[in-house]
């Protein structure tokens, strides 16, 4: 993900994989959280559908994500403790 340190919100990726589909997932997840005024507004279930989602793909082990986001360069990139524990969290 080195080479798209530098790069603009809006800029295409260098370089996609996983980790980078789920930074625009959640990315655009809480920009829509931002938009909410109030919690019954049909945007927070949908965004209470994305927090769901996101868990999911991020402790998935049947190759969900991998499936969803081919690696081209055959790395295999993991998803750190740090980001499983904020990925739990969403869902406490």
């Given at each position: 993900m080195s080479e798209n340190i530098n790069q603009t919100y809006m800029t295409p990726a260098n370089y996609k994989n996983k980790v980078y589909f789920m930074w625009d997932f959640v990315g655009r997840t809480l920009r829509m959280l931002y938009q909410v005024k109030i919690p019954e507004s049909p945007l927070w279930e949908?965004?209470?559908?994305?927090?769901?989602?996101?868990?999911?793909?991020?402790?998935?082990?049947?190759?969900?994500?991998?499936?969803?986001?081919?690696?081209?360069?055959?790395?295999?990139?993991?998803?750190?403790?740090?980001?499983?524990?904020?990925?739990?969290?969403?869902?406490?």
């Open positions: 949908e965004m209470k559908g994305r927090a769901l989602h996101a868990n999911v793909l991020i402790n998935d082990n049947t190759g969900k994500l991998e499936t969803m986001c081919r690696d081209d360069r055959g790395q295999d990139t993991q998803f750190g403790p740090e980001v499983i524990e904020l990925a739990n969290k969403l869902m406490t």
